[in-house]
């Protein structure tokens, strides 16, 4: 197994990990701040970077049922959302490939 390397992202306002600031993603990347994750308010994002994801599996969630897998910080291992792989209601198709932070996980990097 060879060396894996961060990415480090560049911008106005970068979210990254609360445990070891690792970047994650820009604010530009950002779709939505009307979610819900497990602990709180959560984000929508289009593209996060310096993630592992679990594997997938069914969850019941308010909107409907979806398949996700979870997303944890590829450094410290810390976990901070997760990945929308499918979403089985129509109206919910928007979400497929997007992933979810939490707030209370996130600090601003710079």
């Given at each position: 197994?060879?060396?894996?390397?961060?990415?480090?992202?560049?911008?106005?306002?970068?979210?990254?990990?609360?445990?070891?600031?690792?970047?994650?993603?820009?604010?530009?990347?950002?779709?939505?701040?009307?979610?819900?994750?497990?602990?709180?308010?959560?984000?929508?994002?289009?593209?996060?970077?310096?993630?592992?994801?679990?594997?997938?599996?069914?969850?019941?969630?308010?909107?409907?049922?979806?398949?996700?897998?979870?997303?944890?910080?590829?450094?410290?291992?810390?976990t901070?959302?997760?990945?929308?792989?499918?979403?089985?209601?129509?109206?919910?198709?928007?979400?497929e490939?997007?992933?979810?932070l939490?707030?209370?996980?996130?600090?601003?990097?710079?």
């Amino acid at each position: 197994m060879g060396m894996s390397y961060r990415r480090y992202l560049s911008g106005e306002r970068i979210y990254g990990c609360s445990t070891c600031k690792t970047h994650l993603a820009t604010i530009h990347s950002m779709i939505s701040r009307a979610f819900n994750g497990q602990h709180g308010r959560a984000y929508l994002f289009d593209t996060v970077v310096n993630i592992l994801e679990g594997e997938a599996n069914d969850r019941p969630m308010t909107t409907g049922n979806h398949t996700v897998r979870d997303i944890f910080c590829c450094k410290c291992g810390t976990t901070l959302g997760w990945k929308y792989e499918k979403a089985y209601e129509p109206s919910q198709k928007y979400k497929e490939g997007k992933y979810i932070l939490e707030r209370n996980l996130l600090v601003d990097v710079q």
